[in-house]
């Protein structure tokens, strides 16, 4: 089991800037894969970023130059900085844990923060 708590949503201006934080407990060994997803009012959740277990990391084409993320081992915590905010940015952004456990078989799971609201004003 892997346990998620986001924080550092808000409100900001278009253009502005705001860091997302997911705070990982539990089975942290297990966790191969972090990202961030964000569910805008009235659409799916998307995929925003990754960053693998060594480090590798992608972006929607959405998000790409100007959100960054990142990973501090030692606390166990994910980052999503976020640089020129736009309004079409708006929504609840989830952090997420993809887990691998090899036991007699493989077990994936995935495992998904409380959520963080993020609106941007035009």
């Known amino acids: 089991q892997v346990q998620l708590v986001e924080s550092g949503g808000g409100l900001v201006q278009a253009g502005g800037s705001l860091r997302l934080s997911c705070a990982a407990s539990g089975s942290i060994g297990s966790i191969k894969t972090m990202g961030w997803y964000r569910q805008a009012p009235g659409k799916t959740r998307e995929v925003l970023a990754q960053i693998s277990n060594v480090g590798s990391t992608n972006y929607a084409d959405s998000v790409k130059g100007r959100f960054t993320i990142s990973r501090d081992n030692a606390k166990n915590t994910v980052y999503l900085q976020m640089n020129s905010l736009k309004p079409e940015d708006t929504g609840v952004y989830y952090c997420?844990?993809?887990?691998?456990?090899?036991?007699?078989?493989?077990?994936?799971?995935?495992?998904w923060g409380q959520g963080t609201q993020v609106t941007v004003s035009s």
């Open positions: 997420n844990a993809h887990t691998i456990v090899v036991v007699t078989a493989i077990f994936e799971s995935d495992y």
